[in-house]
C-alpha cells in the first residue's frame, strides 16, 4: 500500500471522515496541521433500501478520494454498518456491492462491520462480509469490526462466536470499541484491538487500565475516536500525556495500527 503523504504523528484509526466533512469542515485543517493519519470507516446516517446503501457507500469513497487530492493523508474502509442494514438488503448482492472498491489503493479493507442487536439478518450481512476473506486477505487488506454501546458484552461474545471460524486470518481483523470487560476476550482469540477514547466510550482513565492489564498485548491494541458528526480531541490529547512511556504511546497511537493497515510508516 502506498505510504501516508508527509509526517504523520499519529494514525486515529476508527473516524467517519465524511461526517467530519459535511458537518465540522473546519476540523480537516486540524487533522492536517496534527499530523493525524485518519482510517474512515463507512457509516450512513439514512438507509431506508439497498440502493442507499450502494449511493453512500460510493459517496463516502469520493469524499475520501477528493480529501485526499486536497492534500490530506488519508484512508478508508468499506463496508455495510449493522445499524445500515436495509430490510431489502441479501447476503448474495454484498459481495459485488464491496469488491470494486477493494482495487482503490486508498480502500484498506471492508469496514464498519459486525452486529448492533444479533439478529439474524444482522448476522447474514456480517457473515457475508466476512466470507469475502480471501479477496480481502490476498489484496493485503483487513477487517474492521464493530461492538455497539448496548448490550456490549453479550453482543461482543456473539460477534467473537461467529469470528470464530476465521480465526485463520485473524491477524487481518480488528475488533473495535473494546472496553475494560471485552477486550480480554478480543485479545485471547488473537484480533486486533480497538478502543475508542471518548467521553461516551473511553475515558483516558480507561485506557490506562485497559494498557496497564493488557501489558503484553500492547503491539495489537490501536486507538481511535471514532470522530463523525461528533469530533473528538481526547486521541490527540492523550498522545502528548506522560501517563505512559513515550514508546507505549508511540504504539497504541501509531505504530500498531500503522503495522495493521500496512500505512504511516508502520511496516
Given at each position: 500500500m502506498e505510504e501516508a503523504k508527509?509526517?504523520?504523528?499519529?494514525?486515529?484509526?476508527?473516524?467517519?471522515?465524511?461526517?467530519?466533512?459535511?458537518?465540522?469542515?473546519?476540523?480537516?485543517?486540524?487533522l492536517?496541521?496534527?499530523g493525524c493519519l485518519p482510517v474512515s470507516w463507512?457509516?450512513?446516517?439514512?438507509?431506508?433500501s439497498e440502493t442507499d446503501?450502494?449511493?453512500?457507500?460510493?459517496?463516502?469513497?469520493?469524499?475520501?478520494?477528493?480529501?485526499?487530492?486536497t492534500g490530506l493523508a488519508c484512508y478508508y474502509l468499506v463496508g455495510i454498518h449493522p445499524r445500515n442494514i436495509s430490510f431489502d438488503l441479501t447476503p448474495e448482492a454484498i459481495s459485488e456491492m464491496l469488491l470494486p472498491y477493494l482495487?482503490?489503493?486508498?480502500?484498506?479493507?471492508?469496514?464498519?462491520?459486525?452486529?448492533?442487536?444479533?439478529?439474524?439478518?444482522?448476522?447474514?450481512?456480517?457473515?457475508?462480509?466476512m466470507e469475502m476473506g480471501r479477496d480481502v486477505v490476498d489484496r493485503g487488506k483487513v477487517f474492521g469490526v464493530h461492538t455497539p454501546r448496548q448490550n456490549k458484552n453479550r453482543i461482543t461474545l456473539?460477534?467473537?462466536?461467529?469470528?470464530?471460524?476465521?480465526?485463520?486470518?485473524k491477524e487481518h481483523i480488528v475488533v473495535d470499541h473494546c472496553s475494560l470487560k471485552t477486550i480480554g476476550n478480543v485479545l485471547a482469540m488473537g484480533f486486533k484491538a480497538g478502543v475508542t477514547l471518548s467521553a461516551e466510550k473511553a475515558t483516558a482513565k480507561e485506557v490506562l487500565k485497559i494498557i496497564r492489564n493488557n501489558d503484553e498485548s500492547?503491539?495489537?491494541?490501536?486507538?481511535?475516536?471514532?470522530?463523525?458528526?461528533?469530533?473528538?480531541?481526547?486521541l490527540f490529547m492523550f498522545m502528548q500525556s506522560k501517563d505512559l512511556p513515550d514508546d507505549i504511546i508511540t504504539m497504541i497511537t501509531r505504530t500498531s495500527a500503522g503495522r495493521f493497515f500496512g500505512i504511516g510508516g508502520g511496516k
Open positions: 508527509g509526517k504523520n504523528r499519529y494514525i486515529d484509526s476508527h473516524v467517519h471522515l465524511d461526517h467530519i466533512f459535511s458537518n465540522h469542515r473546519e476540523w480537516i485543517l486540524w492536517k496541521e496534527t463507512s457509516f450512513a446516517r439514512y438507509i431506508e446503501i450502494v449511493s453512500y457507500l460510493a459517496s463516502h469513497a469520493e469524499t475520501i478520494r477528493e480529501l485526499s487530492r482495487d482503490d489503493p486508498l480502500c484498506l479493507g471492508i469496514g464498519e462491520i459486525g452486529l448492533e442487536t444479533g439478529s439474524r439478518h444482522e448476522e447474514e450481512v456480517f457473515l457475508a462480509q456473539q460477534t467473537l462466536s461467529l469470528l470464530a471460524v476465521f480465526v485463520d486470518i500492547i503491539h495489537r491494541i490501536m486507538l481511535n475516536t471514532d470522530s463523525g458528526t461528533q469530533v473528538h480531541d481526547d
